[in-house]
Each structure stands twice: as structure tokens, then as C-alpha cells.
């Protein structure tokens, strides 16, 4: 069936410069957005993003893009938009993504790692945008969404109110640590880093819910792949080279690396349920065992004892043991 195109984007492409200009749709992601390449004569591309509103609002995208641009980061510049209409036409990045790139070639994993790490140092070595602080009540908003779709989706019954206060223990110690704060990309992952220039530029995607926060919040994302196995050793070697290069403390680092590793995985395996649920994405479910994993290693470093003492009162063994469970359609 033929792709419809976004309302307006014939007269935006005509006036960005780009009239006549062939356009490819992508495949999406889990959002409402839609992207498209699009051609124009002489093999030049550039890509179309299609934020419609009300759903989306490409606002943060363009503020974040714009300021990565200006401090010496690879965001994709930007060539026009349109915010009203939720159109954008931004620089091509290319095919080069780094989930891809490994897929065909593994024996440079530690290269692209490293090169994806030293990225993050570059980042947090500028003083923080002008995005929103990472505070207590996001971390405890996106904690939530476990209790909110996982645990009913699992004909759950669990302590909400303890559930809060288990994670506002286990985090309140980080809080002043993340202060002044780095900006945190918030989806910083092998899926969403393009390879460029060969294997040493990190070409930055999908930042558009930056916020100041926690340096080691970036890294857990990365590590900790929702979407990637990432080896345990290869794990420990990037944390040991992020530490290397920043000089931060690395006991320290390494229990809040545990907690925000901790409260990213809970909060994706809930986006991944409520995909399912609500958006119809049944896909996502799939990769809810590799995150469950995850969440249960940091859960062992003593400082999410709180919450590991939840789960342990309000999530049967045999779902922890089977990786969350399966889910009934």
C-alpha cells in the first residue's frame, strides 16, 4: 500500500530548496513520529522528520539539536522546519547505525564502545543545556510505570505507596551528586548512535527528552541495552574507561550506576507493556527477559536494597524467574 505522506510537506520541501526531491519512508520507532529520506537530483539526501501535532511536538527536538550543534556535539543540523505542522528536514546521517554495524561486524565492538563512551565524556565535559532538571519526582514518574502496566498486565496486586518509597531511598543519596548536573540524552543506545567519519564520530539521535541530570544515567543506557546484548565484561571494561577519563569516584559512580540502571530498566519494561497494551506493539514484549536481567543484576548491588526488598515482597519468583513472565493476549 502506498505510504501518505505528511499534510504539507510539498510546499516545506519546495521552499527548504528541495522541490521535486524523492521520498522514501523508514521504518519507525515507538513513538508517533515518522521519518522519511528523501533524493533530489546529483544523489543528495537529507532526512524528513514527521512530528504531527497534537501527538508530537518537534519543539524539544529543534531546541536540543540546535544546542548539541553549537557546543561540538554531532546532532543532525537542521536544514528546515515547520514546527506548526510538526515538520522538520534535518541532515542525513547516513546507514552507518551502530546496532547495524555490529551486527555485520562484532570484531570492532570494543572500538565503537569506546568511541560511544568517549562521546559521553566529551558531552559531560560541557556545562549543562537548557533542558528541565532530572529531579526525584521524574525518577519516581518513570519508576511508576512498572506498577502502572507491567504489574496489572501480570494480574498484579502490589504496595504502590511502598513501591515510591523503596525508590525514594534508593535514589535520594545520588540526587546531590548530579549536581551541577550533566545534560543526559535520556535514550542513549546502540540504535540510536550513527557511525560516522568511520568508527570514531558518534552521530546523535532521538535526544529530544534531554534533561540535566546524572552522568552515569547515559551510561546505564548504553550498557545496558534493551536492545543489545552488551557482554558483562564489555560492560565493566566501559565503565572502568568512563571512569578513567572523567576521574569521578568509582564506588560511588558504581552504586549509582546500579540505582539509575535499576530505574531505567523498570521503567522500560512498563513502556514496553504499555506498547503492547495501549499502542498495539506486541513486538516490544520480546525484549522485556534481556531488560528483566538487567534489572535484576543491579537489584543485587546493595544500594537498591529498598527495592530489591519490594520485589522480593510483591513479585512472584517464578515471574522474576522466568524474566517477567509471558504476557496474555
Same mark, same amino acid.
Given at each position: 500500500?502506498?505510504?501518505?505522506? !505528511? ?21 519507525? @520507532? ?13 544523489? &543528495? ?12 511536538? !518537534? ?28 515538520? %522538520? ?7 552507518? #547505525?551502530?546496532? @547495524?554495524? /555490529?551486527?555485520?561486524?562484532?570484531? $570492532? ?11 559521553? %565524556? ?8 537548557? =533542558? ?10 518513570? *519508576? &511508576? ?36 548536573? %550533566? ?38 543506557? /548504553? ?8 557482554? !558483562? $565484561? ?17 564506588? @560511588?559512580?558504581?552504586? @549509582? ?6 530505574? &531505567? ?6 513502556? =514496553? ?9 506486541? &513486538? ?5 527477559? #534481556? ?8 537489584? *543485587? ?29
Amino acid at each position: 500500500m502506498p505510504v501518505e505522506l !505528511p499534510q504539507g510537506v510539498e510546499p516545506f520541501l519546495a521552499a527548504a530548496g528541495w522541490g521535486e526531491a524523492a521520498i522514501e519512508p523508514l521504518a519507525g @520507532d515507538a513513538s508517533f513520529r515518522r521519518y522519511f529520506r528523501v533524493r533530489r537530483s546529483g544523489d &543528495r539526501t537529507a532526512m524528513l522528520m514527521d512530528a504531527p501535532p497534537p501527538n508530537e511536538d !518537534p519543539a524539544p527536538f529543534l531546541r536540543a539539536a540546535k544546542w548539541l550543534d553549537g557546543n561540538g556535539m554531532r546532532a543532525p543540523r537542521i536544514l528546515a522546519e515547520d514546527a506548526a505542522r510538526g515538520l %522538520v528536514l534535518l541532515e542525513d546521517f547516513g546507514e552507518a #547505525r551502530m546496532r @547495524d554495524y /555490529l551486527d555485520q561486524w562484532p570484531a $570492532d565492538e570494543r572500538q565503537v564502545y569506546c568511541a560511544a563512551v568517549d562521546a559521553l %565524556v566529551e558531552l559531560h565535559r560541557l556545562p549543562p543545556g537548557p =533542558f528541565l532538571d532530572y529531579s526525584l519526582s521524574e525518577y519516581q514518574r518513570e *519508576a &511508576r510505570l512498572l506498577i502502572e502496566w507491567y504489574c496489572p498486565a501480570q494480574s498484579l496486586y502490589v504496595d504502590a505507596a511502598g513501591y515510591s518509597a523503596a525508590w525514594e531511598q534508593a535514589l535520594s543519596p545520588l540526587l546531590p551528586r548530579q549536581r551541577p548536573g %550533566v545534560t543526559v540524552l535520556r535514550d542513549y543506545h546502540a540504535e540510536n548512535i550513527m557511525l560516522l567519519n568511520g568508527l570514531d564520530e558518534q552521530g546523535l539521535l532521538d535526544f529530544q527528552d534531554a534533561l540535566v541530570g546524572h552522568p552515569a544515567y547515559d551510561l546505564v543506557s /548504553l550498557l545496558q541495552d534493551a536492545r543489545r546484548d552488551v557482554s !558483562p $565484561d564489555l560492560e565493566a571494561e566501559m565503565f572502568d574507561h568512563y571512569v578513567a577519563r572523567t576521574g569521578v569516584s568509582a564506588e @560511588d559512580f558504581l552504586a @549509582d550506576y546500579a540505582r539509575l540502571g535499576a530505574q &531505567r530498566n523498570a521503567k522500560i519494561v512498563g513502556i =514496553f507493556v504499555r506498547l503492547w497494551k495501549r499502542d498495539g506493539k506486541p &513486538r516490544y514484549l520480546d525484549l522485556i527477559p #534481556r531488560v528483566w536481567a538487567l534489572l535484576e543484576r543491579d537489584l *543485587a548491588h546493595p544500594a537498591l536494597e529498598p527495592v530489591a526488598r519490594w520485589f522480593d515482597a510483591n513479585i512472584p519468583a517464578a515471574l522474576r524467574e522466568a524474566g517477567g513472565g509471558s504476557f496474555a493476549a
